[in-house]
């Protein structure tokens, strides 16, 4: 088992972005990570679901996530996937040779950031919770909204490469997924309830450009999206440097 289970986004005006996530989505107040400090960073993690959107920026110099930004201003910067066999992605990406820049193995998870130049697109962790609905990221009181808002998630995200065919091959090399598809403009990996889409770009960086989110009423967060000033077209809102495709959440 392979699903995404969190999404980050770099951005330059923390508490602007809070401000827009929450109208947008209508989600609970998020969690405020003090460990995330080692990182130079602060952040703002909101339940989706019993998955995760995290919005994080620099209050340090020299930061990973100030030099992104730099580089590219606001986007998408890593994904969080979990699985049900920390050993066995272990074991296979260290057979392949890909470095970590940071792990974790205490009581509740085990977690392992890839390399992003051995991976490309983004930073990747591979995370195992225990129990496997817990999520330490989350913080100690995380729950799922109530209602229909617990029904929403992260469907997909989108990733664009220079080689969209040659990176989704060496993501499901290192993954151990099973080999992408072609679709319509990139290629596609298949996770568990979810995928991840690679897409051309000719720009000089490459990363996560968008996400695909289910929510509760796509009109209304469409609605939110103009109100606030953001661009918003067709089933896509342009937030946090990304195009965030709307779809109805169902269950």
Same mark, same amino acid.
């Given at each position: 088992?392979? @699903?995404? @289970?969190?999404?980050?986004?770099?951005? +330059?005006?923390?508490?602007?972005?809070?401000?827009?996530?929450?109208?947008?989505? $209508?989600?609970?107040?998020?969690? +405020?990570?003090?460990?995330?400090? #080692?990182?130079?960073?602060?952040?703002?993690?909101?339940? %989706?679901? &019993?998955?995760?959107?995290?919005?994080?920026?620099? #209050?340090?110099? /020299?930061?990973?996530?100030?030099?992104?930004? &730099?580089?590219?201003?606001?986007? $998408?910067?890593?994904?969080?996937?979990?699985?049900? &066999?920390?050993?066995?992605?272990?074991?296979?990406?260290? +057979?392949?040779? #890909?470095?970590?820049?940071?792990?974790?193995?205490?009581?509740?998870?085990?977690?392992?950031?890839?390399?992003?130049? &051995?991976?490309?697109?983004?930073?990747?962790? #591979?995370?195992?919770?225990?129990?496997?609905?817990?999520?330490?990221?989350?913080?100690?009181?995380?729950?799922?909204?109530?209602?229909?808002?617990?029904?929403?998630?992260?469907? /997909?995200?989108?990733?664009?490469?220079?080689?969209? $065919?040659?990176?989704?091959?060496?993501?499901?090399?290192?993954?151990?997924?099973?080999?992408? %598809?072609?679709?319509?403009?990139?290629? +596609?990996?298949?996770?568990?309830? $979810?995928?991840?889409?690679?897409?051309?770009?000719?720009?000089?960086?490459?990363?996560?450009?968008?996400?695909?989110?289910?929510?509760?009423?796509?009109?209304?967060? %469409?609605?939110?999206?103009?109100?606030? /000033?953001?661009?918003?077209?067709?089933?896509?809102?342009?937030?946090? /440097?990304?195009?965030?495709?709307?779809?109805?959440?169902?269950?």
């Amino acid at each position: 088992m392979l @699903r995404i @289970r969190q999404i980050v986004f770099a951005v +330059r005006d923390l508490e602007a972005g809070r401000a827009q996530l929450t109208a947008l989505l $209508g989600l609970d107040q998020p969690f +405020r990570d003090p460990e995330v400090g #080692v990182f130079g960073i602060d952040n703002a993690v909101y339940a %989706l679901g &019993d998955q995760f959107v995290e919005l994080i920026s620099p #209050v340090e110099h /020299g930061t990973a996530a100030g030099r992104a930004l &730099d580089r590219r201003g606001d986007g $998408g910067y890593m994904l969080l996937l979990q699985t049900d &066999d920390f050993e066995r992605e272990r074991a296979r990406i260290e +057979r392949l040779g #890909v470095r970590t820049v940071w792990t974790a193995d205490v009581a509740d998870i085990r977690a392992m950031h890839l390399h992003p130049k &051995d991976l490309g697109g983004a930073i990747v962790s #591979v995370d195992q919770p225990q129990p496997a609905a817990a999520w330490r990221w989350g913080g100690p009181r995380w729950r799922p909204q109530g209602g229909r808002a617990g029904l929403q998630r992260i469907v /997909g995200v989108t990733i664009a490469a220079h080689d969209p $065919g040659a990176m989704a091959a060496r993501w499901a090399e290192v993954l151990g997924l099973a080999a992408p %598809l072609a679709i319509d403009g990139g290629h +596609r990996l298949a996770l568990d309830d $979810g995928q991840v889409d690679f897409v051309a770009t000719t720009d000089r960086e490459e990363g996560i450009t968008g996400c695909t989110l289910a929510v509760v009423d796509p009109t209304a967060v %469409l609605a939110a999206a103009r109100s606030l /000033g953001l661009p918003a077209h067709g089933d896509a809102v342009e937030a946090f /440097g990304a195009r965030l495709v709307l779809r109805t959440a169902s269950g």
